[in-house]
């Protein structure tokens, strides 16, 4: 079936560092990504929408320069927090969206933990 | 094996129908998010339980953990076309380190409401 990955799935960095993180659709062509941060103990919130080839559309509050999303291809996007400070440690978790054959399809990655020292 | 496990995976009722779903985990959950989706869209965060025995309600959807936490159920009363998506839960489950938690998610239980 459709799967979508995340790498890497821990980091831990000093702040002041940028951090990269990939999300990969394994098995379709996703047209469209989101990210999502969750804290500790809370619901996860949705950062941005990227649609292949396009800007990201941030949510309100979301800080489009630090939080840089790229959707270059149809199978990749990479979402960058740059100059990490610990208040972004959290978990970042990845939804791809596309069509499998014919089919609609929507899977998450399994998520990335940041920690920022 | 799938960590949580929701039931049913698709479900079709007839508007003003009342409807449960499942959500049912083999391990202790320490918190129980049920979000609802559509296809080409966001999550849309509907309720977060954590103490065992807690019920919550929004609107016509009504969600509860049970007393031993390891089972919720999401239930929507006089179901409209609007209820219409994909219900996914959540859950917060320490890894097998035991010192971090961890988010899964159900497969998700696809929900049609007919007019």
Redesign the interface.
């Known amino acids: 079936g459709a799967v979508v990955s995340q790498h890497p799935s821990w980091v831990i960095c000093k702040s002041g560092t940028s951090v990269k993180i990939e999300c990969r659709s394994l098995d379709f062509q996703a047209t469209?990504m989101?990210w999502?941060r969750?804290f500790?103990?809370?619901?996860?919130m949705?950062m941005a929408?990227s649609n292949e080839g396009s800007k990201a559309t941030y949510e309100q509050g979301v800080e489009k320069d630090k939080f840089l999303i790229n959707h270059a291809s149809l199978t990749l996007s990479t979402l960058t927090v740059t100059s990490a400070h610990p208040e972004d440690s959290s978990?970042y978790?990845c939804?791809a969206?596309g069509l499998a054959g014919t089919r609609?399809t929507?899977y998450?990655g399994p998520?990335t933990?940041l920690l920022v020292l | 094996s799938q960590e949580l496990e929701q039931s049913p995976q698709s479900l079709i009722v007839q508007e003003g129908k009342n409807l449960t779903i499942n959500c049912t985990s083999s391990k202790t959950l320490y918190?129980l998010?049920w979000?609802k989706?559509k296809?080409?869209e966001?999550?849309i965060?509907l309720m977060?339980l954590?103490k065992g025995g807690e019920e919550k309600s929004h609107e016509k959807i009504t969600a509860k953990l049970d007393e031993k936490k390891q089972q919720s159920s999401l239930h929507i009363t006089a179901s409209q076309p609007s209820h219409a998506g994909?219900y996914l839960c959540?859950a917060?489950r320490l890894d097998s380190g035991g010192s971090?938690?961890?988010?899964t998610?159900g497969k998700g239980t696809l929900l049609t409401v007919n007019p």
Do not use: A, H, V, W
Request: proline share 3%.
């Open positions: 469209t989101f999502y969750q500790p103990k809370q619901s996860l949705l929408t978990f978790i939804s969206y609609e929507q998450f998520g933990r | 918190g998010y979000y989706q296809y080409g966001g999550l965060f977060m954590q994909i959540g917060d971090n938690y961890k988010l998610f």
